[in-house]
């Protein structure tokens, strides 16, 4: 089955690390993505992995995948006020023909002083 | 640039009245789709499209239809309104793929979304 699921919430104070826990379901899904949503907003891609790489940095941002245990997550280093928002972890698998994507319920990043 | 909206941005309407949201995309994307977004729910898949005349069911399309006579618009109705069904709406597009691209990666591109509340 298709299945996406997140912790709801994580707080952290500014500076620190962050990281943002996602667990799937179907293998088959090519690509691993992470979308982000301010308060107010849609969601905006903020980086993606495909799924024969283990990480990914992008400045700031290290998305780390264990296909094996079908685990992904997203570190976001030096952690600022502006990384408050919903974080969505979202699958593309075989069986919506790549076309579709399955979400997880999000996870609310709380930054503070 | 290309972009993707919705319209309107907030809505406020009784049950049992038609609603319909707009969503209009220049990206000249063949997939477009409607989810709707719930505390603790994330993101549901309502209704979507892989091209003109083509219209699928999603996970919660009960009380909602869309209608596709063009590539750039997928509208979204609400036959009869009911307060189960307030929420906020959010549109999206993105690039089709046939089951052999797997390996292209084509993100979902996403509207600022639609509040609704059915009183």
């Known amino acids: 089955g298709e299945d996406v699921e997140q912790s709801l919430f994580l707080s952290v104070r500014e500076g620190d690390s962050s990281v943002i826990n996602c667990t799937y379901t179907d293998s088959s899904s090519t690509y691993l993505y992470w979308y982000k949503q301010e308060p107010g907003a849609g969601l905006q891609l903020l980086t993606y992995?495909?799924?024969?790489?283990d990480m990914k940095q992008d400045q700031r941002l290290t998305v780390l995948l264990n296909k094996k245990d079908k685990h992904l997550s997203l570190r976001i280093a030096d952690t600022q006020t502006g990384d408050s928002a919903i974080y969505f972890c979202a699958e593309r698998p075989f069986s919506g023909g790549y076309n579709k994507l399955i979400f997880g319920a999000g996870t609310r990043l709380a930054v503070h002083p | 640039d290309a972009e993707i909206t919705q319209s309107p941005r907030h809505k406020i309407t009784e049950t049992g009245r038609q609603v319909t949201l707009a969503c209009h995309q220049t990206w000249n994307h063949n997939n477009m789709f409607w989810y709707r977004q719930d505390l603790g729910h994330g993101l549901r898949l309502i209704h979507y499209s892989y091209g003109v005349q083509d219209t699928n069911k999603g996970e919660v399309s009960d009380g909602y239809s869309v209608s596709r006579s063009n590539t750039e618009d997928l509208p979204l109705t609400l036959e009869s309104a009911a307060s189960s069904q307030t929420s906020v709406y959010f549109c999206a597009s993105s690039v089709s793929l046939r089951k052999a691209e797997g390996a292209k990666n084509q993100p979902q591109h996403f509207g600022d979304g639609t509040r609704l509340s059915i009183l």
């Open positions: 992995i495909f799924s024969n790489m």
